[in-house]
């Protein structure tokens, strides 16, 4: 009965009904009456302007806060070597140019016959520069500088020891092929 009332009613008023959307600013003006009779005050559009270039200067001043402290972490394991000991990274500059000409030779004497040596010479060269690291970690770390030091010129010194082995080794294998090839052309 009560909807048959309501249907009624709808019936009676239709046609009747504002279909016309409100004037610009009409909500904020309505919010403002109401506010002002409750008691409240509402952030206005005025008040409401401030906020987001705030928060869009703050989010930029928080990355530029992380990114200064991610680039300025501690220094990297050379620079603190080159800190203990300069004559360390004088030393490790002269060696490492050494050691890279010696490769670069050797890579470039790289045949199928000489391959597996060559291969396996980078390997032991590997866990050579592995302890080297360590060594350098040692260093920072407080152990006996003058062992330690010792040590990393040895390394050093067993590095440059072991490609010039290899390379000897090479010119041998060249040497017996080239002997083999002469042998059987004959």
């Known amino acids: ?71 300025k972490s501690k220094p990297s394991l050379e620079q603190q070597v080159a800190q203990i000991s300069p004559e360390v990274s004088r030393t490790e500059f002269y060696f490492a140019s050494l050691i890279e000409q010696q490769v670069n030779t050797l890579k470039s004497e790289s045949t199928p016959e000489t391959k597996k040596i060559i291969d396996d010479t980078m390997i032991q060269l590997k866990k050579l520069e592995t302890n080297y690291t360590q060594l350098e970690q040692d260093l920072v770390n407080g152990g006996n500088s003058k062992l330690i030091l010792s040590a ?11 490609l010039q082995d290899v390379l000897n080794t090479i010119e041998t294998i060249k040497n017996l092929k080239n002997y083999d090839n002469a042998k059987t052309t004959i």
């Not at 959307?21 to 909500?27: C, L, R, T, W």
């Not at 509402?42 to 906020?51: A, F, H, P």
Request: hydrophobic share 40%.
């Open 1 to 71: 009965m009560k909807e048959d009332n309501i249907d009624n009613l709808f019936k009676n008023l239709e046609g009747s009904f504002d279909l016309e959307a409100p004037a610009y600013g009409h909500e904020q003006r309505f919010l403002e009456k109401l506010n002002t009779q409750q008691g409240t005050k509402t952030l206005t559009g005025k008040n409401k302007s401030w906020w987001k270039p705030l928060s869009i200067a703050a989010s930029i001043a928080i990355l530029c806060t992380i990114v200064f402290n991610v680039y």
């Open 152 to 162: 990393m010129i040895t390394n050093f010194q067993t590095r440059i020891d072991l």
